[in-house]
């Protein structure tokens, strides 16, 4: 369950308890990152620089981890989280009907959550998938071929977790 801000500014005990065990050793920086995203559910800007100094590692490679791995996330994100596929094949097979879709239905962008937490989306570059283009994937799984009637089904389908 992800905490509230007014949660993890006060409470950064269970964090420090696993930063403690990776203080002073080399090469644990993504493990600790993983961790903490476990724990909060996303690594928002104070979390990142608290990582940062218990582990006595500049803020800029933390930073640089972070943008680089895709696993990583800074931004909160919705219950059920839309990744859409904007490599090449999905994007001349119209990744963008989907995301006007969503934008105009839930008033969704990309980086955004809708009011009630129950979706997000961003755009991925290419998931290897593109004799299905374009593609939607929500955790580890891709729906292929997506159309704005499967969209709304897809929707309709994770509404309800």
Known sequence: MEKTAVEKKENYQELDSVLEKYKGRAGVLIKALQEAQEI??????????????????????????????????????????????SGTACYVKGMKNLLEYLEEDLSLKPGGV????????????CVGACSAAPVVKIGDELYGEMTLERLQQLLEEHDHE
């Not at 943008?67 to 909160?76: E, I, N, R």
């Open 40 to 85: 909060y559910g996303y690594l928002p800007r104070e979390l990142l620089i608290h990582i940062a100094y218990e582990l006595d590692v500049p803020l800029s490679e933390v930073y640089s981890v972070v943008s680089f791995y895709s696993l990583f996330k800074t931004q909160t994100s919705g219950r059920c989280h839309l990744e859409i596929c």
């Open 114 to 125: 809708t009011e009630d937490g129950k979706f997000s989306v961003s755009t991925t570059n």
